[in-house]
């Protein structure tokens, strides 16, 4: 007999197969990846310099908008990485 995770699993399966990617598939995946890690870590390097700077400044104003801007510009970065393979990867489905 089945359990419940099972049939869901099997359920979704049918609904929205799993699609098997070729290394060469997998390796512009890993590139994007790879594009958006590099301007993640810049875009902290940049901004945290000015975080610290501010800090040092005891310009708590500008540190928060700093602190602030990180986050949204991170966030940004993350969504934009992950709209891209997405899409990738529908092309490679159909």
Do not use: H
Request: glycine share 4%; aromatic share 6%.
């Amino acid at each position: 007999m089945k359990s419940a995770y099972e049939l869901a699993m099997e359920r979704l399966e049918k609904n929205a197969p799993t699609v098997a990617l070729t290394d060469a598939q997998k390796a512009e995946v890993a590139e994007i990846d790879s594009t958006y890690k590099a301007r993640i870590a810049e875009k902290e390097l940049f901004l945290k310099g000015q975080i610290a700077a501010a800090r040092e400044e005891g310009n708590f104003e500008e540190l928060a908008s700093l602190e602030k801007q990180l986050s949204i510009e991170l966030r940004r970065l993350q969504d934009d990485c992950e709209e891209k393979k997405n899409k990738l990867r529908v092309s490679f489905g159909g």
